[in-house]
């Protein structure tokens, strides 16, 4: 196998990954769009619709290992000749807000928002929109980051 058919069959994995998570990203922002239509009046339905996202973290990951691995292979087959470029600086940047983005607060505001659908006691309503909220601003600068990334490599200025 030839550099190149390795570079390109590596660009193709690549693609892959990104694809994986930011295909993840937006099934889990639908799905977050669809529960909100039950989060003050149909508890439960809320819950068992964000247990479909249960996997998506894992997926995510499966993407980010397979975005990791690739590129640095293509790094190292190119002889780091990409690293000194504008573009790529930028696009690193991005993938690093990503990573903190959907690491912390998206984490951290679904394992709160099915904390507080699962309980029973009191009306919690207004700290579960706000919550929602919150998840709707992440979910937005995630796409927004991914698209940004899109524009980056495919430009490549």
Not at 83 to 110: A, D, E, H, Q, Y
Not at 112 to 123: I, R, V, Y
């Amino acid at each position: 196998m030839t550099s190149l058919t390795l570079l390109n069959f590596l660009l193709v994995l690549h693609v892959v990954g990104f694809t994986t998570m930011a295909g993840t990203v937006l099934a889990d922002f639908t799905i977050n769009r669809r529960s909100n239509r039950y989060l003050t009046s149909d508890k439960l339905k809320a819950l068992s619709i964000l247990e479909g996202t249960a996997f998506f973290p894992a997926l995510i990951g499966i993407g980010v290992g397979l975005l990791l691995i690739t590129g640095i292979s293509m790094v190292v087959i190119l002889k780091g000749a990409v690293t000194s470029m504008l573009w790529f600086k930028v696009k690193m940047i991005l993938v690093l807000l990503i990573i903190v983005n959907g690491g912390g607060p998206m984490r951290r505001n679904v394992a709160n928002l099915k904390l507080l659908l699962s309980e029973s006691t009191g009306n919690n309503n207004g700290r579960i929109l706000a919550l929602k909220g919150r998840m709707t601003v992440a979910h937005s600068i995630q796409m927004i980051l991914f698209l940004a990334i899109f524009i980056l490599s495919v430009f490549r200025f």
